[in-house]
């Protein structure tokens, strides 16, 4: 059986990694690894929001897990129906955004995320030309601004491309530890790893071997370890290695509950002009345990709960400052800031695109309010891009239109029939129900976005303290008004 298993792994593409564990406490100290393993790290931080939730849906050797609310928010656009947004270009864009730095991915060793490789399409009348540069879009059958269909095809690759593969040096070797922090290799690392652990005793330490694998379940084996089963364990679990190797159960809801206040952003930097530019959502809370049920919404807060899904998880981190909550992926945001270039990264430039990859071109929202970057490369400049999104709102969604937003962040069209069936599935009587009417500006954005990566009661942990902080402070600067639901709803 042993020997089937061995043939098997040998047909896949792996790499053999030496595991240190501590026996005694079934516990996993390091790993030691090389490119392909780090490389495979790091690229979790390009990934962008809505491919992680996609993923980590899929069976490996671990069940699906969910990603806080972004995984409700995932499938409400793939269960929204084509008539609620501007076109079928703007849910494949949702559904399958694209990982930014998408030359440097796919020749990684193990990119889980299979994306064609990048093409652009030109105009069907090759002369078609705006401000002097030719019409193109990434997206195949477009309509270009002179009606005609986006439909020439042309890769990217033929652009000015790169030669570096991947992100860290081909001869620098690591040390991971088991909350996914990577250290060069250095004496003295591995030794300073264990005695955090509080091990003294070299006879308790043992070695394993331990193969990694792209394949998603070809076999499940404990001796495989699938890439996907890392990057699902690094969204639930402060010890995803341990989790692994050890087969703990209960990894699932193994973050610790948190404060709201943790999600409560404090200091952002906002010019006057964005806080006059604010979304107006109208808030429902059940009175008796304070939590947020839901919210009423125009449009542009639904184009900006969905861009969250086309956010890099690194662009995600830079707008946080490196604290998602997430532990594993801020550890790993924090070693790749902390690396050094002339050793380990492949070049400094790089290192600063993967500590803010930028969301890729044509997905950026014209009214974006949060800071998520959209540099591009200079090479596009000769090219007029066509926005495949709405030309009136520059978003995805077709408005005007009322959605409904819950708790976890699932995305309806508004219906009294919804609301009602709704409050009656959460057991909420009418009388327990107030409304407020919030502003969102740029700090309570952040919040949502931050409250939505490793939460269930997104709307409850991002919006409560700005509910109860409008009650103490009267002054002018109030963002909330109180309503009074049956004054709201008799009208
Ligand atoms: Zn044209």
New binding site residues.
């Given amino acids: 059986m042993a020997g089937d298993a061995t043939q098997l792994v040998e047909q896949v593409d792996e790499v053999s990694l030496r595991f240190m564990v501590d026996r005694e406490r079934n516990k996993v100290l390091y790993v030691e690894a090389g490119k392909d393993f780090v490389d495979t790290l790091f690229s979790f931080l390009i990934f962008p929001l809505g491919t992680i939730a996609r993923l980590a849906a899929k069976e490996s050797n671990i069940d699906a897990v969910k990603f806080g609310s972004l995984s409700s928010l995932y499938e409400s656009v793939s269960d929204l129906g084509e008539e609620h947004l501007w076109n079928k270009t703007c849910k494949e864009m949702l559904l399958k955004p694209r990982v930014p730095m998408g030359l440097y991915y796919r020749k990684l060793k193990f990119n889980i995320d299979e994306s064609e490789p990048l093409r652009y399409y030109h105009?069907?009348?090759k002369t078609?030309k705006?401000e002097n540069r030719y019409?193109v879009s990434f997206f195949r059958n477009q309509k270009?601004?002179?009606?005609?269909l986006?439909n020439q095809e042309s890769f990217v690759n033929s652009l000015k491309g790169i030669e570096e593969s991947g992100f860290v040096k081909e001869t620098s070797t690591f040390i991971v530890s088991d909350d996914l922090c990577v250290l060069a290799n250095e004496v003295g690392t591995s030794l300073n790893l264990c005695q955090k652990h509080g091990v003294n005793d070299i006879d308790t330490i043992d070695k394993r071997t331990v193969n990694i694998s792209k394949k998603e379940a070809c076999f499940l084996s404990m001796y495989i370890v699938y890439v996907i089963d890392i990057l699902k364990l690094s969204l639930v679990s402060k010890t995803p290695l341990t989790d692994f190797i050890y087969k703990k159960e209960q990894f699932v809801g193994n973050l610790d509950p948190r404060n709201r206040s943790e999600f409560w952003i404090r200091e952002v930097d906002e010019s006057s002009d964005e806080i006059n530019d604010k979304m107006v959502v109208k808030v429902l809370r059940r009175k008796s345990n304070e939590q947020i049920l839901f919210l009423e919404a125009q449009d542009d807060f639904i184009d900006f709960v969905f861009s969250f899904l086309t956010f890099p998880l690194g662009g995600v981190l830079h707008m946080l400052q490196g604290f998602s909550l997430l532990s594993c992926i801020d550890n790993l945001y924090k070693s790749m800031i902390e690396l050094s270039s002339d050793g380990c990264i492949i070049s400094e430039n790089l290192k600063e695109k993967l500590t803010k990859p930028p969301i890729p071109m044509q997905f950026e929202l014209r009214n974006q309010i949060l800071p998520i970057d959209t540099k591009y490369k200079d090479y596009y400049t000769q090219y007029k891009f066509i926005d495949p999104k709405s030309p009136i709102s520059g978003g995805y969604v077709k408005g005007p239109i009322t959605f409904i937003v819950t708790d976890d962040m699932v995305v309806t069209p508004l219906s009294s029939i919804a609301v009602v069936s709704y409050l009656e599935r959460m057991k909420v009587a009418f009388n327990d129900v107030e409304e407020r009417v919030i502003r969102i500006g740029r700090k309570e954005g952040l919040s949502i976005l931050k409250a939505s990566l490793t939460t269930t009661s997104t709307l409850t942990n991002s919006l409560s303290l700005l509910w109860s902080n409008s009650r103490m402070n009267k002054g002018p600067s109030l963002s909330i008004q109180e309503h009074s639901l049956q004054e709201q709803w008799s009208t």
């Fill in positions: 105009c069907e009348d078609c705006i019409c270009c601004i002179c009606r005609k986006l």
